[in-house]
């Protein structure tokens, strides 16, 4: 066996420990949410469901109990908005970074990085202040907006740094065959970077869509609760119950792994290639 074999299969075995430890919570999410109540505190700890029960999902999709589908909608409308906005907005910016010349390009394209400087909670004051300011606080257009500034700088890099890789002779041809700027970057930009545009907006709808910390501070009613605080509501309520805990946490994961498995492919499919024959 030479030393090629060696390295790929000490890889996979790699790649396969990696996949095994991060499933593991998974795992026994799901079958916490399918054990029965006696099931998932019985001691020692059963780590195949002796029996097995759906009632906590019914728990949970029972408005009743827990208004998972108010909570679910809530949370599409703030995430949806979010990453589409960071998407439009985005994409102005960062074709302005990596294509046009302007005065204080570089400390624009280096400072739009410093919010990362400073974590989340260090910006909820000035964020509440603004927010409370302009009458948006139990709002869900305050979360849109907060989750918005954590991550437009990140969509802003990510987006400028594809862009840069598209030839300038393509844009150059589109010019010259009497497309406006705007046209160029709607009609030949914008379809070449589906896979950074994808990309960018999977990354800020999973954030916004799992965000807690503005969440439970710029919203108060149940009404306009997003799934995090509806947990936390769920958790602190009389009707905790650890099977319906995982079966909601469960159910609010399956969207975001359903948007990345539906986004994987423009992902990775370098839409770019061929597009500038040599």
């Known amino acids: 066996m030479n030393a090629k074999k060696i390295k790929n299969i000490f890889l996979n075995m790699l ?20 054990k029965t109540s006696q099931g998932s505190v019985a001691y020692p700890p059963q780590i195949f469901p002796t029996e097995i029960t759906l009632q906590h999902f019914k728990d949970v999709l029972n408005p009743a109990i827990f208004p998972f589908w108010r909570y679910f909608r809530n949370s ?19 074709y302005s970074i990596a294509k046009l010349d302007f005065p204080g390009k570089r400390i624009f394209q280096e400072g739009s990085l410093i919010v990362y400087m400073f ?22 257009f305050s979360l849109v907006i907060t989750c918005l500034v954590t991550t437009l700088p990140a969509a802003l890099f990510m987006l400028s740094s594809y862009f840069t890789t598209i030839p300038v002779s393509l844009e150059e041809a589109a010019m010259i065959d009497g497309l406006s700027r705007l046209q160029v970057i709607l009609k030949i930009v914008i379809p070449l970077s589906i896979p950074a545009i994808m990309s960018v907006f999977a ?35 009389k009707d905790y119950v650890w099977g319906r805990m995982m079966a909601a946490s469960f159910l609010t994961a399956i969207p975001v792994v359903f948007m990345f498995s539906m986004v994987e492919k423009f992902i990775t499919g370098g839409l770019t290639a061929g597009g500038v024959k040599e």
């Open 15 to 34: 790649v396969v420990i990696v996949i095994c430890v991060t499933l593991t919570p998974f795992y026994f999410m799901l079958t916490t949410a399918l």
């Open 119 to 140: 974590s989340g909670i260090l910006l909820v004051v000035p964020l509440f202040k603004i927010i409370s300011a302009i009458g948006l606080y139990d709002n869900k």
């Open 203 to 237: 990354y800020v709808f999973m954030i916004a869509w799992n965000d807690f910390l503005f969440s439970s501070i710029f919203l108060s009613t149940p009404e306009n609760m997003t799934l995090p605080t509806g947990l936390r509501q769920l958790f602190s309520s």
């Open 76 to 94: 599409l409308f703030v995430a949806s908005i979010t990453a589409s906005l960071a998407v439009i907005i985005g994409s102005m910016g960062a």
